[in-house]
């Protein structure tokens, strides 16, 4: 006897950009925020590309560009050293971490899709748009 596959439920995802310069606009893709409701998930990966980073402004500090992006991932985890926002519920920390914000890691537009398995989609969003 086989089981059914789960099926097919939303979720929503944004790039998250390392903009060195806001004033210039100039970004590289540093990681994906992932959120399906419907499979209680939320989880981000990240990583930086240090020479991209460094194309773009010779004076970009890498050590405190990664350990902003490594707060994304803390919050998605829930993380006690995530402060306050690690323990909001889940859709509103995915608010939250999207919400527009002017600084060197920020959101990029939300957008939506179908998933079975979310943490197999955070991978290949990663995969496909980050490395």
């Known amino acids: 006897m086989t089981t059914a596959p789960r099926p097919r439920e939303f979720f929503e995802y ?3 950009r390392v903009i060195p ?20 998930f939320l989880g981000a990966r990240t990583h930086l590309d240090v020479p991209r980073l460094c194309a773009l402004d010779p004076s ?4 405190q560009t990664r350990a902003a992006l490594a707060a994304w991932e ?3 985890a829930g993380a006690p050293a995530a ?4 323990v909001e519920p889940l859709g509103r920390r995915f608010r939250w971490l999207t919400a527009p914000r002017s600084a060197v890691v920020q ?6 899709g179908l998933t079975a398995n979310p ?4 991978d290949r969003l990663f995969d496909l748009l980050v490395l």
Not at 22 to 30: K, L, P
Not at 34 to 40: C, G, I, M, P
């Open 74 to 76: 803390l919050v998605c």
């Open 14 to 16: 944004a790039l998250i």
């Open 60 to 63: 970009a500090d890498s050590v």
């Open 119 to 122: 943490a197999a989609d955070l």
């Open 83 to 86: 402060g306050p926002a690690g």
């Open 107 to 112: 959101p990029g537009p939300v957008h939506g």
């Open 21 to 40: 310069r806001v004033d210039r606009g100039e970004c590289i893709n540093a990681g994906v925020v992932l959120y399906s409701q419907a499979f209680d």
